[in-house]
């Protein structure tokens, strides 16, 4: 074998243990997160026999207990995209870092590599600190 | 800030002129960051100090994945997600000390010294400059926390909780430029 060879498994290993650690990372986080918040989620999620005898007989009380139930789902659907946007932003940001240490192993060009950090903090910007915002009226994010 | 506004209306126009504060006290710090990187960039020029590239790599992740669990908290309380809100805080404050431990703890205790001419000149002044904006974050989060704990703060209202996110990430910004100036850029010099 090599010294090429070495050379790109090497990097590979790298590009892999980088990925690996920062999805491990992530999911340890996750897992801290749910433990923290002591299964707040799980516990806001009303089983389907809850829901059966939560649920009224009149026609109208019927309609308007549908309607709540589908806006908390709606709620639920939307805080389970906001969250995961969060993890592919991270994942991301994980690969480009990544990137940036194998092309600094490959002699890449200084300026290679300051087009990844503009990269990675125009991915920043836009997803974790909302700069379209500032051209928007004053809701929430 | 609610004690002057009243209507959710009044507190919505108020905060477009918050955030607008905001990223001017950012464009400021903007200047001293690049002027720290402008003179890495005249003093260093394509050379770098011999630095432990794994620690390098490992604090970058820890600032990355702080920012990760600060957006998380910020999503909670969007959501009126409280648990979560005061969860992610608190583990992306940890993280921010990790981070420290890092840089200050690890990286100032290896054999370039704040007076060994340009490179430790400028590897301080910009590790340590960088440093004092994570410290300063850390007290923000923690403040934020409490208030938290407290029952400040709501989907409609946090402009705390926002403000403290941006200038979190905005701090990671700053180290996703450091990072490859101080690291990986240039050949090493022994």
Redesign the interface.
């Known amino acids: 074998m090599d010294n090429t060879q070495l050379f790109m498994i090497a990097t590979a290993a790298i590009v892999v243990l ?1 990925l690996g ?2 999805v491990a ?2 999911l340890a ?1 996750y897992q ?2 749910r433990v ?3 299964g ?2 799980a516990g806001a999620a009303p089983t389907e026999a809850m829901a059966l005898e939560a649920a009224p007989t009149e026609a109208m009380a019927l309609a308007l207990w549908k309607k709540e139930r589908d806006a908390e789902r709606m ?1 639920g659907a ?2 389970t995209a ?2 995961r946007t ?2 592919m ?2 994942l991301w ?2 690969l480009l ?1 990544a990137v ?2 194998v ?2 192993l490959m002699g890449v060009s ?1 300026v290679a ?2 087009m ?2 503009l990269v ?2 125009g991915i ?2 836009q ?5 379209s ?2 051209w928007m ?5 | 800030m609610s004690a002057v506004t009243t209507t959710l209306a009044e507190y919505r126009e108020q905060l477009k002129n918050n955030r607008l504060g905001l990223w001017f006290f950012f464009l400021s710090e903007a200047f001293l960051f690049t002027g720290l990187l402008a003179a890495r960039f005249y003093l260093w020029g394509n050379t770098r100090p011999d630095l432990d590239q794994g620690l390098g790599l490992v604090v970058t992740v820890i600032l990355l994945a702080s920012s990760f669990t600060m957006n998380r908290a910020e999503t909670g309380i969007v959501h009126d997600d409280r648990e979560r809100f005061l969860s992610n805080l608190l583990v992306t404050a940890g993280l921010g000390v990790l981070f420290l431990i890092g840089v200050v703890g690890f990286e100032w205790q290896g054999h370039i010294r704040p007076g060994d001419g340009a490179f430790g000149a400028v590897l301080y002044g910009m590790t340590g400059m960088h440093a004092l904006h994570v410290l300063s974050g850390v007290v923000f989060i923690l403040i934020i926390w409490n208030n938290g704990r407290n029952g400040h703060y709501s989907g409609e209202r946090h402009w705390g909780v926002e403000a403290c996110a941006i200038y979190w990430h905005y701090v990671d910004v700053v180290w996703v430029f450091f990072y490859p100036a101080i690291y990986l850029m240039g050949h090493v010099v022994h």
């Open positions: 980088t650690g920062g990372l992530a986080l801290l997160s923290l918040a002591e707040a989620v709620r939307r805080l906001a969250y969060g993890v932003v991270l940001l994980g870092t940036e240490f092309a600094n200084t590599m300051f990844i950090a990675k903090a920043i910007l997803f974790f600190m909302h700069v915002s500032l009226e004053g809701g929430s994010h």
